[in-house]
């Protein structure tokens, strides 16, 4: 069983209230997401292991298992072309689960016009594999959800 952790501080909501069908509809695998507060802050490691995609907007930690978790720092902040953000750390890096990886301010993001809404997503999970989701207030670093 593996914890994937908020990466960042806020409301847990789930995937179904993504504004975005790709997530909202687990096309990418299931997970859950988290309405963020409204505050600059460091978005973490949802799991320990190695930085195999990193853009400004979205991270994706491999774990020593194999599984691997996507974080997407908003929704359509690809467009933002990594204004906004800074990487923490780099691609092929080794991180702890909680370690900080992007400093983000949700809040810039939603007064551009897009939503601060973060996808955690366990890549390649069957729907099932995904449980415990939590519901409500989470600090970064916080259980989200248990991938079995």
């Known amino acids: 069983m593996t914890a994937v952790l908020a990466p960042v ?6 995937l179904m209230a993504v ?8 096309m990418v695998g299931p997970g859950s997401a ?9 978005a973490v490691a949802p799991i ?11 991270y994706i930690v491999l774990g020593d ?19 906004g953000f800074r ?13 900080p990886v992007v400093f983000w301010d949700p ?3 939603e007064a551009g016009g897009r939503s601060p809404i973060c996808p955690v997503v366990a890549l390649d999970a069957a729907a099932g594999e995904v449980d415990g989701e939590v519901r409500g ?8 959800f248990h991938w079995s």
């Open 34 to 42: 988290i309405d963020p507060r409204r505050e600059p802050g460091q």
């Open 87 to 99: 990487l923490l750390a780099a691609e092929g890096d080794r991180v702890r689960a909680g370690q």
């Open 107 to 109: 809040a810039a993001v």
């Open 9 to 14: 501080a806020g409301t847990a909501i789930g």
């Open 65 to 83: 298992d194999g599984r691997g978790v996507l974080v997407h720092l908003g929704i359509d902040t690809v467009q933002l072309k990594g204004e």
């Open 19 to 26: 504004p975005d069908p790709v997530f909202s509809q687990a």
């Open 48 to 58: 320990s292991g190695t930085i195999v995609k990193l853009r400004a907007h979205a």
């Open 137 to 144: 207030g989470v600090g970064a670093g916080d259980e989200l």
